[in-house]
Structures are given as C-alpha cells and as structure tokens.
C-alpha cells in the first residue's frame, strides 16, 4: 500500500447548507484517512468553481452529493461542471463521484439521468456485482454482493457510452460504473459514509425519510458497510501506485 500522507483530494460540492457540507468533507476525511489539509473543496451552491489552477495539480477530483440540486435541471454551474468534467476526462485526471457526483458524470459523458421517486433508496441497500466490478482494479477486491449506504431520487438509466457497469440493486441498475481506459468512477451509493454518518446526514435532510417510524426502522436496520468503505481507499492506492 502506498502512502497517502502527500495525496491531495479537490472535492466539488454543491451544498446549500453549510453544515452538510462540513458534514461531507468531514466524512471523506475519516473514510479515506485524509488530514484537512489534503481536502480542498468549492462549493457551487454558493460560490464559483473558479480557477482550474486550483484543481489541476489535485491526485483526485470528487463530485460529491447534494440534497438542494437535480442533475436533471439545469443550474447555473451545470454547463461549467459539464466543460470541467469533460476536461478531467481529456487528460485522465483521476476523477469520482459519489451520489448526485455520480450521476453529474454519467450526464456530462452524454449518459441519461431521471428523477424517479418509485426507484428510490434510502438507507441499507445491497448491491450486486457484475463481471466488470469482479474484473476491475478497485472494485475487484468486494464481495459478490454488499451493503452500501443510499439517499436518492434520481439514478442513471443509461451509462454514457465507454462506460460499465459494476454494480446493481434490486431497484436500480447502473449503482457504480466506471470509464474504460480512464481513471474515472461513480456510485450512486455514499462510498464517503459511514452508517452512524448516514443518520446523522438523514437527521440533517428529513425530506427524504419524513415518517418517524419509518426513519426509526432505518436506524435500527443500520449494519457496518466495511466493503463500501474500502472503496475510496482502494482507489487512493491504484492512483498512488500508478
């Protein structure tokens, strides 16, 4: 395993709330064994992306969630991040996304993304592996099925072209992708949290759980997700020995 002391991370946001994203960094930094000062971040929801000098250098660029925005609408950030990922791509800049990050990327490749409430997952989920998960580098080392933790509405129904799938719920294809000959990942899944992080991010956005009894059920079903948690690690280490 390679050290990760020097690894620095850029971590794109898109958080109305201040608290949550403190919250994802926070959690980022404890699941991938990174100090504060190897997470940079902008948070679109309140300030540009501004210059690419400042991410350029970045071992790893994330996209990570966001409770206030819909990949399916169009922000005023969204043609930029667009632009941005594209570039990322160009020059095999290692790239990840999680939640609402993973489905950014999959709509930048040219990828389709919906909103569907019937679909949706919050809480313990199970995923299943495909060929390509079992084959690839990073999720190669995970069960033929896990638990993850999720929170969402949208998912993506159609990969953008180059891309496999590598993992699957019983709801919901396409859970995690990543692009051939490059660098690149998603997961619909918090591969960023752990489950006592997860209430705590639930606690924050109640919308997506609104039932008392139902959000107690969640609580009481949370079980350890070591295998998700070995994700980001996992791709430190690839990029890191590359």
Not at 132 to 149: H, I
């Amino acid at each position: 395993m390679s050290d990760r002391a020097t690894f620095k991370v850029f971590l794109i946001q898109v958080r109305a709330d201040n608290v949550a994203s403190l919250h994802e960094r926070e959690c980022i930094m404890e699941v991938a064994g990174l100090g504060p000062d190897q997470v940079d971040f902008v948070n679109l929801a309140t300030q540009p992306l501004g210059p690419e000098e400042r991410y350029a250098d970045a071992d790893l660029v994330m996209i990570g969630g966001s409770a206030s925005h819909s990949v399916v609408d169009d922000d005023p950030f969204t043609e930029e991040l667009v632009a941005t990922v594209r570039r990322l791509v160009d020059r095999r800049q290692p790239l990840l996304g999680s939640c609402w990050g993973h489905q950014f990327i999959a709509r930048a490749l040219g990828g389709e993304v919906v909103t569907d409430v019937a679909r949706a997952e919050v809480g313990l989920v199970e995923m299943q592996a495909t060929a390509a998960g079992r084959a690839d580098p990073v999720f190669g080392g995970l069960p033929e099925r896990y638990p993850v933790l999720m929170g969402h509405h949208d998912h993506v129904v159609r990969l953008p072209e180059g891309c496999h799938e590598l993992a699957f719920s019983e709801t919901c294809r396409n859970q995690a992708f990543t692009l051939e000959g490059h660098p690149v990942y998603g997961t619909q899944f918090h591969c960023e949290l752990l489950p006592e992080q997860l209430v705590a991010r639930l606690t924050m956005f109640r919308q997506y759980m609104p039932d008392d009894d139902e959000f107690e059920a969640l609580k009481a079903a949370m079980r350890p997700t070591p295998d998700a948690g070995r994700i980001m690690g996992r791709l430190i280490d690839l990029i890191r020995d590359a």
